[in-house]
Structure formats: C-alpha cells, structure tokens
C-alpha cells in the first residue's frame, strides 16, 4: 500500500528526531542519561518480545506492555545473575546485561521471524494543528504545575534552627561546631565551660542560612573526668536563654 | 486499523446483550497487529481511519486537574484552608471527564487505552507533586536504604535493613533502580521515580487488556480501569517506592500473559506467552512476598475453578500454580525465611483481631472509613467513606448476576466474581485496629476481581434503554463518590496533603531529622547502633548509615521514653548493645509517616502537649558519662556506650 502524505511527513519527522536525539547524546549528558533510562526500561523487553512472539501475535498496547514489562523483569532479575558473578553489579556489568539481552533476543527474533519482528505495530492517527496544540497546551500546564510543586514553602508559622555539636578529636581537644539553618543571618554567643570555669567564649558569631562554624578547644591537662565540658550556645538577640547545648564527659572513647 | 482475521478470542463475538454488539461494533477492528496477507488473498480489508478523539482535549483538563492539585499542595505547604477542597477539585478533574468518555460508546479502542493511562499517569503525576524533590512516605527511606547499598557493596545480600529487616531478601525493586543509578547515573530518586512511572503504565495496560480479553469489550474494561482506581492505595500507597509497587503490576503482567496464552490453542506464540508468564512470576517472586502469595492464591483458585465449573483445561493451569508454588517456597527458605517472622505477626493478629471483635472482647475498635495512622476532625469524610462502601456493596449483586448469567462457563470472570464477594469479607477487618492494614493492603489484590464486577453492572446501567442524561450523571457520582471513599479510606488528610519544605536563600533547609542524619554519618562514622523512634529510625538508617532500633520491640521504646534508667533500661542497652540513642522531644517523631517535617507552631513555639514531658525530654542529660554530642532544638544525640559497658561490668 502506498504511504499517505501523513505517513511520509512521519517518517522525515521520526529521521530528523532520532538524528537530533543522536546529537544531544553525543554532546549533552542530560539527553544520554535520559536516553540510556529508555533503553533500560523498554529496549531488553522489545527485543525479547521480537524472540518470543510471531511478528502478528501482539498489536500495538500489548507490544508496549510486555517491552516494558520484560524491561523491568530483565532488572529485577538480571541483579541476581549479576550477584553470582564475580564482579558484582556496577555500571560495565549492568551494561554488558542489558546489551547482551537485547543483541541475543533481537537476532533470535531476526533469525526465527526476518527484520519483520523489530518492527513498531503503531498507526499514528491523523494530527493536524488542533490536536498538536492541545498537546502542546497540556504538556506546557504540566510544566507550570510541575514548576508550583517544587516552589518553597512560605517561612510563616515555622522556625529555623541552629544545630551545635560537640565532639572529642584526642583526649585533650574537643571540636566545637554550629551549623545554622535558620531564615536569615542570626549572631551567636558561644561559651565552653568546665564545671563553672569558662574555657574559651566567642561574644559574637554571624552565621548565614546554610553556614556553618567550627573550633577546637584545648582542654586542661588536670581534667579529671568527673565533670563534663559543656558547649552552651546563645541567640545574641535572646541573651539570657540557652539556645543549645552539648556536653562531653572526658575519658569518653571517640567514635 | 485493519478488521481482525477472526480467529482471535477477541472477535468471537457472545451471545449476549445488546451492549456487547454495540459494543464491538465500536471497537472491532482493533485487537492484534496487520495480519499477514496472503498473495492473491480476495478477503477484503476493512481499513478504519484512526483518530485522537478527545484524548487530545481531555489531556488538557486532566493536566488543568494537575496544576489544581500543585496549587492546593502548594497552598498545604503553607498551611491555606483552600488547600483541601481544591486538591479534590484537581482530582476529580483528572478523573471525571475521563470516566464520562470511557463510559460512552463512542471511543474506538485505542482513544480508550489512551485515556486509560492518561489517568493512570495522571494520578501517579499527582504523587510525584506531593513529594517532587525527596522521597518522603514512610517506607520510601527503607527501600531507598537498600539502593543505597547496593550501589555501595554491588552486591544484593550484603547488607542489613534494621527498620524492615525483610525488604533486602526481596531486591528486585532496587536491583532495577539500582541498575538506573549505575548506568545512566541518575540519582536514586528520579531513577525510583522512572521505576515506579514504569511499572504504573504497566499495571494500566495489563489491567486493562485482561479485563478486555475476558469481558469481550472494550468499554467494561475501560469503565472498570476507572473503577480500578477506587481502590484505597492507588493514588498513593501503591506508587510509593516501595517493592509492591513493582511486584503488584508484574503480578497483573503474568495474569494477562497466562490469559492470553489460555485463548491459544498451540504454536509458538503460547510457548512465548508462557515463558513470559513464568519470567514475570519469577520477577514478582524476588520481588514482594504478599503479591507472590497473592499470585499463588490466584492461580491455584483459577486452576480450581477451571476444573470444577468449567471442565477445561486445568492441568497445564495447575502446573502454572505449581511452578508459582515451588519458586515462592524456594526463595522463602533459601533466601528469604525472615518473612515468616515478619508476616506472621501482622496477620495473625489481624485474624485474632476480628475473632476478639466478633466474640465482643476487642478493645481497639477503630472509627470506620478513615486510615488508621492519624484521628481525623473532617466530619463528611466518614460519610463519603460509608456511601462508597454502600455503593460497592450495591452494585456488586448487579454486576455478580451479569456474571451469573454472560460468563457462568468461564474460569477467569468467575474467579474475578470470588474476589469481589471477598472484599466485603475484609472490610471487618477494617472494624479492628490490627486487622485495618490487613484489609486496607488486601484492596489492591481484590479490586482486580470488584472493578471488573463493578464495571458490568456500569455498563449495563448505562446502557440501559430508559437511562437518560440523570441516570448517567448519577452513575458517574457514584464513581467520584467510590474514588473520593477510598482515598479517605486509605490515607489520612494529614498527609494526604504534603508537608512544607523551605528554602532560605539559595540553600534548602532540611528538617532536623535528616541534618541529625547527616551529621551522624560526617561525625560519627557509618555502622552504630542506635536507639530512636520511628521517623529518625528511617533518616538515620537511610542517611546516616546507621544501625537503628525503632518501635518497640526489645524494648526501644521503653529506653528512649523512659522518665529515668533503672535496672529494665540497662537490660534494654545490653539487649541491644546500643551505642547511641538519638532523642526526639516530639511525640509526632513516633509516627513514621508525618514525623520527619518541620512541625507549624503556636506563638512561636511547638503547643507543649505535641512534646514529651519534660522528665523524659531531660532524662539522659541527667545520667553522668552519658556525653549529649548533638542539640539541634528537637533532637539530641546522645553517647550511651559508657552507661552501657556500666552495665556489662
């Protein structure tokens, strides 16, 4: 049968597309990872599917179904084929798997049925400019909806916050550490204190949302191990309340 | 499309009513690719042009159905009171012009497959909306933990799994994601998001075929995809990234396979189907142990039902369930017999639960139609819950009597009709605390059999003489009312709607938990054992590589809660062997679901009675040697190992 108009257009299109997509994963890493995701997903169980069936047994939606269905089973249980080897599953023995399945069951498929068993059973419907735009139209309001979903919370009615550790480096030195995560930059005071002596104090310590401060504090070599250093931290806007603490206890074991 | 060359099961046309005739009659020519045509073959083909439809137009709405629903997510972050109503809005926009077309006669087939996974994409997107940077469902970390691992060791039994030890004896989901991550380096999250996307599509197509092959049409297979979509973890629980939401579609892949192969006589297309079928079932075997047993179930009663009703052909069935038998026994005691421990404990005392309820002895009733996990102020939720119940339980004896009367001699509609009728059954489960995951996990495996019954009685109702505009608009309510009902059944509004994340800056800011988590992998190393609650059990496990206890068993809950440490508490450190305990002060960092997410506050501060008493909050900061390492203003971490070799000594 003679091709439409329709199916002529297709066919330019669908060369043009493969060669751009040719291109974008030659030069650019997004369209190859997204590429290689394709291949994984329906490329093993396509070709298997060309092995296992006669070219007219499954239409269009049953093709489509056990591509990716067998796809997803070539995963699931290629990893324990992988395990038994000795190289385990990383990224040349996956690779080698998904290639190895989809060479040995696409010439099975070539040599028990010819080139016929690779072939897409679809029919494009007829597409002119409405159904183009109403596509367009819903892929674009995916986009923005997309785009609201990953929008940031408004702050109002939630609190940041500031993390402080405490941590011994041998049994002289503790490590003393803040990390802010609060909304907008916050001052600090900082003091580290043993029993109710003050080892060291910082009066003032600006940190922006995501910075974070560390130090190293020498400690006494009379320490006795019956009291534990303390790291107290305060909000310089709220001197008079404690904003966090930590304690370690010396002859602690480090982690 | 070309006109079937009639030797399919598909185009044997039934003696039956006249909405099967029209039926066909719109979407005959259809089924299997071009046959092949012999040289000088006078049969003439019947070339039907293929057209969109209004599949173009309803991808429209359906994706207008999903800005609503980014929109009232959006609003939920910020804690709008629109943000409820207008999530229902996006959701029956998606859903109820769809189900209006796929109830219609008018589709060809392929508009309906279309429209078919446009929904089911669709309300996966919705999904993806809730949590679209993280994974943030209770058992997402869990299996996420297990990529992890996987991609670190390139081994699938190298690990533990403290939170769900039974998860890495069943490695096919990550195994896949894994392969993603390996091979085209996604991250874990958006190669879980491809995997999950996939198996979506297959459980839409492979749903939708079987119910066609078996009912002969493809509007009651459509109207019972819709249907389909009533069941209470649809839209959320069987699209979390956890391994049901691999193994339920694989399941359906092997029941498609087995009944496309059953319409075959010989040749080399039924040996395909079959080695598919047996592929698929070894995938679902590695995969998830309740949809292996399901499937075992399900092919033993089909095997059952094909010898004693219809007298066809069952052995080759019966060593279907055979072989479905053997592989499931197998792994469960070469690779996988912690399942035993792990399953048996849930349904036992979800049997128990309900025998203690019938004999008036239970003392954990649960209010009805509402999940379980969270108490719930919406006073129309129960009410919506209750009509959908009624709806089913309506319909059913409807759609039972068209089976009764069009498919009494076949195996597969009969055994669909069997787990319709149990559905019921399990909803006195549901009267239960114990028994409600039980029943609310088993909605997914028995909808296959209720939306087919369902849609029956759809069809018939719709297509009945006198049903004017009314009568329609009516059946299409009951399926918004049946939708709406089971996701209120399965999933409370708490986090239905998604819980806020901020950014200050450029930077995001995380919830306490997961820096908690991440500084414990930086500071402390990977590999301690650490005593915490639920939520922190999760992120500590899933970032910060630990070791955690969580729940109650060996008596966590009783340490981390404790208001002092006596004698029962050092036992619990040396049971344990626990190296630190990370404490929560929030009483919500128990329930895994919402614990993880920055808390709304009441002045400024989290109200008091969402805290634990202040004698629990500050009973390791008394204990001496007991070194608090970490204060980030809910969650402390703190180093027990000294107490605990106290109590060695």
Request: charged share 15%; hydrophobic share 50%; net charge positive.
């Amino acid at each position: 049968m003679k091709p439409t108009s329709n199916q002529l257009r297709l066919r330019r299109l669908r060369g043009i597309l493969l060669f751009m997509l040719t291109v974008a994963a030659a030069f650019y890493a997004p369209t190859r990872t997204m590429l290689i995701a394709l291949l994984i997903l329906v490329v093993p169980g396509y070709c298997i599917t060309s092995a296992m069936f006669t070219p007219q047994a499954l239409g269009f939606w049953e093709r489509l179904l056990f591509s990716v269905g067998l796809s997803l089973v070539t995963g699931a249980l290629g990893g324990l084929v992988l395990d038994w080897t000795p190289w385990g599953l990383q990224a040349g023995s996956w690779a080698a798997l998904f290639i190895g399945v989809s060479l040995a069951a696409g010439l099975i498929g070539v040599f028990r049925h010819g080139w016929r068993s690779l072939r897409i059973p679809l029919r494009v419907p007829e597409t002119g400019i409405v159904e183009v735009s109403l596509f367009g139209l819903a892929l674009a309001l995916i986009g923005v909806a997309v785009g609201i979903g990953r929008m940031p919370t408004s702050q109002t009615g939630l609190q940041g916050y500031a993390v402080m550790w405490i941590q011994p480096t041998d049994g002289q030195h503790v490590r003393v550490g803040v990390q802010s995560s609060e909304f907008s930059a916050t001052s600090y005071r900082l003091a580290v204190v043993l029993d109710t002596r003050t080892l060291e104090e910082w009066p003032t310590i600006s940190l922006q949302p995501g910075q974070a401060w560390e130090t190293t504090v020498e400690l006494p070599t009379t320490l006795t191990g019956e009291q534990p250093v303390e790291a107290i931290l305060y909000r310089v806007a709220v001197p008079g309340q404690v904003y966090r603490h930590v304690k370690w206890w010396p002859q602690q074991r480090s982690p | 499309m070309y006109a079937n060359d009639g030797h399919s099961p598909m185009l044997t046309l039934h003696a039956g009513s006249r909405v099967e005739v029209q039926e066909m009659e719109q979407t005959r020519p259809v089924y299997y690719a071009e046959p092949p045509v012999a040289a000088g073959n006078a049969t003439p083909r019947v070339i039907q042009s293929v057209t969109w439809g209004w599949l173009p137009f309803l991808s429209c709405l359906a994706a207008g159905g999903l800005l609503y629903i980014a929109s009232a997510y959006s609003a939920a972050r910020t804690d709008l009171w629109w943000a409820t109503p207008v999530s229902w809005l996006g959701f029956l926009t998606i859903l109820v012009p769809l189900a209006i077309r796929l109830a219609s006669a008018a589709p060809q087939r392929n508009e309906r497959i279309g429209l078919v996974l446009l929904l089911g994409l669709c309300l996966y997107g919705a999904k993806v909306l809730h949590s679209p940077l993280n994974f943030t469902f209770s058992d997402e970390p869990v299996h996420l933990h297990n990529v992890n691992k996987i991609v670190a060791n390139r081994h699938l039994f190298l690990h533990d799994n403290s939170v769900l030890p039974v998860t890495p004896s069943y490695p096919g989901l990550a195994s896949i994601t894994a392969a993603l991550v390996v091979t085209a380096g996604l991250s874990p999250f958006v190669a879980g998001l491809l995997v999950i996307g996939a198996a979506r599509l297959v459980i839409s197509l492979a749903l939708f075929l079987f119910w066609e092959h078996i009912s002969r049409s493809a509007r009651i297979a459509a109207v019972a995809s819709v249907l389909y979509t009533a069941n209470s973890n649809y839209v959320f629980w069987s699209v979390q990234f956890a391994y049901e939401s691999l193994a339920l579609p694989l399941a359906t892949l092997v029941i498609y396979a087995i009944t496309r192969r059953e319409g075959l006589r010989s040749g080399p297309d039924r040996l395909g189907f079959s080695l598919t079928a047996l592929l698929a079932l070894a995938a679902v075997v590695v995969t998830h142990h309740m949809s292996s047993y399901a499937l075992v179930g399900f092919l033993i009663g089909l095997t059952a039902i094909t010898l004693i009703a219809t007298g066809g052909r069952w052995l080759e069935l019966a060593s279907f369930a055979m072989m479905a038998v053997g592989m499931s026994l197998i792994w469960l005691v070469l690779q996988a017999s912690v399942t035993i421990d792990y399953l048996s404990p849930v349904l036992s005392g979800a049997v128990r639960s309900v025998y203690r309820l019938a004999a008036q002895r239970e003392t954990s009733q649960r209010q009805l139609f509402q999940s379980s996990a969270v108490p719930v102020s919406i006073t129309w939720e129960p009410l919506v819950g209750l009509g959908s119940v009624l709806l089913i339980l309506v319909g059913l004896p409807v759609g039972l009597f068209i089976i009764w009367r069009r498919y009494r001699r076949e195996p597969f509609p009969l055994l669909l009709a069997g787990a319709a009728l149990a559905y019921p059954g399990m909803l006195a489960f549901r009267l239960t605390s114990a028994g409600w995951e039980t029943s609310n996990r088993s909605s997914a495996f028995l909808f296959v059999g209720l939306a087919f019954v369902l849609a029956l009685a759809f069809v018939q109702i719709w297509s009945w003489r006198r049903a004017g505009p009314l009568i329609r608009a009516g059946l299409v309510g009951c399926v918004a009312v049946l939708f709406v009902g089971g996701i209120i059944a399965g999933w409370p509004p708490y986090i239905r709607l998604p819980r806020p994340y901020l950014v200050a800056g450029m930077r995001p800011i995380e919830p306490q938990g997961l820096t908690a988590a991440r500084w414990a992998y930086a500071f402390l190393g990977p590999g301690h054992r650490i005593a915490t609650d639920n939520s922190n059990a999760r992120l500590m496990q899933t970032y910060g590589d630990q070791y955690t206890f969580a729940g109650q068993k060996y008596g966590n809950q009783l340490l981390v809660q404790a208001t002092r440490i006596a004698r029962g508490e050092h036992e619990i450190l040396r049971l344990m062997n626990v190296d630190y305990v990370v404490f929560d002060r929030r009483r919500v960092s128990w329930n895994a679901m919402i614990g993880v997410y920055f808390d709304r506050l009441e002045n400024g501060e989290i109200p008091s009675a969402d805290l634990f008493e202040p004698e629990v909050v500050a009973n390791f900061d008394h204990q001496p040697r007991v070194s608090r390492l970490f204060d980030s203003g809910n969650i402390a971490i703190y180093d027990v190992r000294a107490l605990r070799d106290e109590t060695d000594q």
